[in-house]
């Protein structure tokens, strides 16, 4: 028998009575191997065997491998003062050189090396009787024993030693052609993305350097972890699909740093642009500005047409697009105040109009006075600084540039400390990826707050009504057409942000959702050949500042897999592998950096505190999941239509806000389980499980995020002051 006590096959008297039955037809010395605790447990055993054959594993209790030499003796000579009349051989140890940790006891060549070459000697010494297990790695032991079982072998499955029994001992013996492997790579990398970075400062480019070898390292290290495995082929789809995603996370982890290298080191570039104030000599070309309106509160909209009206302009006229609202109480009072304010104002209602706002803008440009040049667009909720056109037309006496744009801006973020997180969330974008996107020619063009050469418009075929972010979609086929943009940072106009959580997330769904479908409808343009029409700094920003929010869709699919890991590791801990190595970069890797690189460069380039960059960091983490459900939804669908944004909305109760949230809930509760299921494990008490255990405590930040934010989104409904500015929003 092999262990059969151990595992509970047969009882004692049923071994013993195969061990009687074997002796009365052989001659020769009868035993059966046990674990050593087994032979201390069974002393009627030991009276009927011929010899103690001891099984001494100390891999498997757990032992480190510094102990697990002085832990075999001891145990040996447990069993020998046990039973001084029988004589006790040592039928099975060894120490495997791959596979899972279990507890403090970790599998490696170098482990395996010591522990083997400590016990030979000490052996010798103590003339014991021992079986080393065993001389072959024997693969097919892994679905018996787990990982480590195929590892055990002083020699591999093709019969070469794994190491010499004196002298060093390499843990990746070829690890020379690995390193340079990964040198090369990381040189590779920093030459496609330096390429076009000559503005680059020095401490620039070690940075990026240094960042790109640990990427391009994390990568190979993988690889090698894997390359020396026995893989099945449903491992190797498993390990394929891994490494394809660290690669992506790599990726995402350079173009994250290059942004850093580029905002803290960059020379300063010749495309930064300031308000222009026209000579005496400036000839104004006519701007129409449309105004597309939905269901508004006409209150709000009040503001923005009368601030219209002060707009410091001599040609202007402006036209409000009314699209689909069915209630005349609502789009009545908007066509009365255009009349009132003059015939400069133009009013239209539009009754079952297709195209969304996109639709809307489209009919206004067969509306706009044929001497127009200038196309202008704001939200309903934006009121104007007076001085925006005269700040901004004349960059329309160069005929290369297609279109203008100003930030984006708030009015309201001191409401609530919620609108002030997202106001500073916003706020990044516009103080630090548009001022460096548009030193390369490259910003995204927004719906509000722009203005378009007419011309250049009509050429490109107007506003795309099958995306939701028509906005953006433009821009980009301006550029295929090739135009210039402009991009100055000064505030003109300031809006209204989302009320709740629902609406922000709303709106960033919309955004993330309408990026996939540009990204479907113009992917030829983003290829690196001759045919594309757009520069190769163009191509790289726009694929560079939509990829990190397909780090949101990777930390998804990591986050899912982690718990189905987990699931299968609680069902059968010691036959299961924790892929650690393959999770680290991804996960703890990629989160630290994505903190850290928002802390540094809003602390570089946003006017706010450190406690209010934290405040952006918890709301941009709290849309997380909305972002990955976009990123894949956007992939795979097409048909979502235009998602707006809803002004003066009233904040609902707590648990309305929680079914808003239940699919982020639902894995934080997830998660948690999972966290807690792991900490119980004994087999994996041990750095491994730890390693786990942050990786599941990091796949669960975002999670926290949302929960927070959604909690410091409607903690005004329960005070005072919030109360009071609710009922401000009925009367709205």
């Not at 080393?132 to 024993?145: C, G, M, N, R």
């Not at 495309?271 to 005496?280: C, D, K, V």
């Not at 005349?328 to 105040?337: F, G, L, T």
């Not at 540009?518 to 694929?543: D, E």
Request: with cysteine.
């Amino acid at each position: 028998g092999n262990e059969v006590l151990l595992r509970n096959d047969i009882p004692e008297e049923a071994l013993i009575e195969y061990i009687r039955e074997v002796k009365k037809r052989n001659w020769r010395p009868v035993s059966t191997s046990e674990t050593w605790a087994e032979w201390l447990k069974h002393p009627k055993l030991v009276d009927e065997v011929d010899f103690i054959a001891v099984h001494i594993l100390p891999y498997w209790e757990g032992i480190a491998a510094d102990d697990a030499v002085d832990y075999i003796f001891d145990r040996y000579h447990d069993v020998q003062k046990a039973y001084p009349n029988k004589p006790v051989i040592i039928t099975e140890i060894g120490w495997p050189s791959d596979g899972q940790p279990a507890k403090h006891a970790t599998a490696s060549v170098s482990n395996q090396a010591k522990v083997l070459r400590e016990f030979l000697n000490r052996a010798d010494q103590e003339k014991v009787t021992y079986y080393i297990v065993e001389a072959f790695d024997q693969p097919w032991k892994q679905s018996i024993e787990g990982s480590a079982g195929a590892y055990w072998g002083i020699f591999n499955a093709d019969r070469i030693a794994k190491y010499p029994m004196d002298g060093d001992v390499l843990t990746l013996p070829n690890w020379e052609d690995w390193a340079t492997g990964a040198a090369i790579f990381s040189i590779v990398l920093m030459g496609l993305f330096l390429f076009t970075r000559r503005s680059l400062k020095l401490p620039g480019v070690v940075f990026f350097g240094v960042i790109t070898n640990l990427a391009a390292s994390t990568i190979f290290w993988s690889v090698s972890v894997g390359a020396q495995q026995y893989q099945t082929p449903l491992t190797i789809v498993f390990w394929v699909i891994l490494i394809l995603m660290q690669i992506l996370a790599a990726v995402i982890l350079m173009i994250e740093s290059l942004e850093i290298a580029e905002v803290i080191w960059h020379r300063k570039g010749a495309r930064t642009f300031q308000p222009l104030t026209p000579g005496a000599e400036f000839k104004y070309p006519k701007v129409s500005l449309h105004l597309p309106i939905h269901n508004e509160p006409p209150a709000m909209v009040r503001k923005t047409l009368e601030a219209l009206a002060k707009v410091d302009y001599p040609h202007l006229e402006v036209l409000v697009m009314d699209n689909n609202t069915k209630d005349p109480a609502i789009w009545e009072p908007v066509r009365d105040d255009c009349e009132r304010l003059g015939p400069m104002f133009r009013f239209f209602h539009l009754e079952n109009w297709p195209g969304f706002k996109a639709g809307a803008i489209n009919h206004a440009l067969e509306q706009t006075a044929p001497d127009a040049e200038i196309i202008a667009v704001i939200d309903s909720d934006y009121i104007l600084s007076p001085d925006w056109l005269n700040s901004m037309v004349p960059y329309f006496d160069n005929e290369n540039v297609g279109f203008v744009q100003s930030p984006q801006d708030y009015r309201d973020r001191h409401q609530s400390t919620f609108k002030n997180i997202c106001y500073w969330e916003y706020a990044g974008f516009f103080n630090i990826g548009m001022v460096q996107r548009n030193e390369y020619n490259a910003i995204i063009q927004h719906g509000t707050m722009t203005m378009i050469r007419k011309s250049a418009l009509l050429e490109v075929g107007k506003w795309a009504e099958w995306c939701i972010c028509e906005d953006s979609e433009l821009g980009l086929r301006l550029y295929e057409a090739g135009y210039d943009s402009v991009y100055v940072k000064d505030s003109f106009g300031r809006g209204l942000m989302p009320d709740t959580f629902s609406g922000y997330m709303t709106q960033r769904f919309r955004w993330v959702y309408g990026a996939m479908q540009i990204i479907k409808g113009h992917w030829r343009s983003f290829l690196p050949t001759k045919k594309s029409p757009l520069t190769a700094a163009q191509r790289y920003y726009f694929v560079a500042g939509w990829l990190p929010w397909f780090s949101d869709a990777l930390a998804l699919l990591f986050t899912c897999t982690s718990l189905l890991l987990t699931a299968i590791i609680a069902y059968d801990p010691i036959h299961s592998e924790l892929p650690v190595n393959a999770f680290l970069l991804p996960t703890i890797g990629l989160f630290s950096f994505k903190i850290l690189r928002g802390l540094w460069l809003y602390q570089a380039r946003v006017p706010c505190s450190v406690w209010q960059s934290l405040g952006a960091a918890l709301s941009g983490l709290s849309l997380t999941h909305t972002v990955a459900k976009g990123t894949i939804q956007g992939l795979f669908t097409s048909g979502k239509p235009f998602m707006r944004t809803p002004k003066y909305e009233k904040q609902g109760p707590l648990f309305a806000g929680l079914m808003i949230i239940r699919q982020e809930v639902l894995l934080l509760v997830l998660l948690g389980l999972a966290i807690a299921e792991m900490a119980t494990i004994e087999h994996f008490d041990n750095l491994s499980g730890r390693l786990w255990i942050s990786v599941l405590s990091v796949q669960a930040v975002p999670y926290v995020a949302t929960l927070i934010t959604l909690l410091i989104s409607i903690a005004p409904s329960y005070s005072k002051k919030g109360k009071k500015l609710a009922e401000e929003l009925d009367e709205v």
